[in-house]
Nanobody, 117 residues
């Protein structure tokens, strides 16, 4: 098993930046595909970005060019650097871990990101 804890959320002005962190505990971090998802009030949870064990990344069209996902396997941590933030980025951001040979995902508690003037 892996346990995930997000941090780094907060209130930021439009055009500003935030860096989210997801710290994982347990063994086998480097074997997981890691991802960031977000959920705004009244909306479904949506994928923001993913990164595989080999470092291949994937981004939602809405954040491409503004957000960067990265991982540090030595620290068992995945990051989401968010630049040029927009009000529509406001959501609870969740960290996710998944392995292709398993039918379940691990989720963190989430961290609130609010983009407002």
């Amino acid at each position: 098993q892996v346990q995930l804890v997000e941090s780094g959320g907060g209130l930021v002005q439009p055009g500003g930046s935030l860096r989210l962190s997801c710290a994982a505990s347990g063994s086998g971090f480097s074997t997981y595909t890691m991802g960031w998802y977000r959920q705004a009030p009244g909306k479904q949870r949506e994928l923001v970005a993913t990164i595989t064990r080999a470092g291949s990344t994937n981004y939602a069209d809405s954040v491409k060019g503004r957000f960067t996902i990265s991982r540090d396997n030595a620290k068992n941590t995945v990051y989401l650097q968010m630049n040029s933030l927009k009000p529509e980025d406001t959501a609870v951001y969740y960290c996710n871990a998944h392995r292709t040979w398993e039918n379940f995902d691990y989720w963190g508690q989430g961290t609130q990101v609010t983009v407002s003037s």
